[in-house]
């Protein structure tokens, strides 16, 4: 059985992975409104390993809980849920943002 | 040391806090530390030195560090998954 700060842990992980790749898609963005679009794409791509890292995390937390592991769910990792939902729908939505911007930048070349 | 910890909604960043705080504890210094979110910087940030932001606020540095004129520093994301409280105050130390 899993005691309270090893599940603490494992919601930090899920969040700071989440939050890392949340801020980095913003940063993404901002690099695009701007016309940084190389440093963009870098950052996005930085930005989905994020996201993917905090999936991990979340998916071992699953794997435990599918192993009678996790005794209990509080609401901190719910809130870990939270973060790691928003992240990853940010960091999509921020890559057609980017797209947008590219599209109105250089036009239309697809 | 008085230190604002800025996240998005101010909970993960409490649990940050109170591993900072066992941790200046355990080396006698003075230090003191409250988290908000980012909805609440503004009503507290005089009354501190310096600020650090959780990684999911990243993107916000430029915007508070205008905005309160504090030093303003990014916890970095492994150190704040694992509550690295030593590797913080370093970087906190560069800052001021």
Known sequence: MLDNEKLEDQGMLIISNAGAGRGMAFEALADAKKGGFTEAEEKMRRAEKYIHDSHAAHSELLKMDSHGEVEYVDLFLSHAQDHVMSAALAVELIGELIDLHKIMKEGNTK | ?96
């Open chain 2, 1 to 96: 040391m008085k230190l604002l910890l800025i996240c998005a909604g101010g909970a993960s960043t409490s649990i940050l806090m109170k591993k900072m705080k066992k941790y200046a504890d355990s080396k006698d210094m003075d230090f003191d530390v409250i988290a908000v979110g980012l909805s609440g910087y503004e009503d507290v940030y005089k009354d501190y030195d310096i600020i650090m932001l959780g990684p999911q606020v990243s993107y916000k540095k430029d915007i508070i560090k205008e905005a309160t004129g504090k030093p303003v520093g990014i916890v970095a994301q492994l150190d704040y998954a694992l509550g690295n409280a030593e590797n913080i105050f370093k970087q906190m130390e560069q800052l001021t």
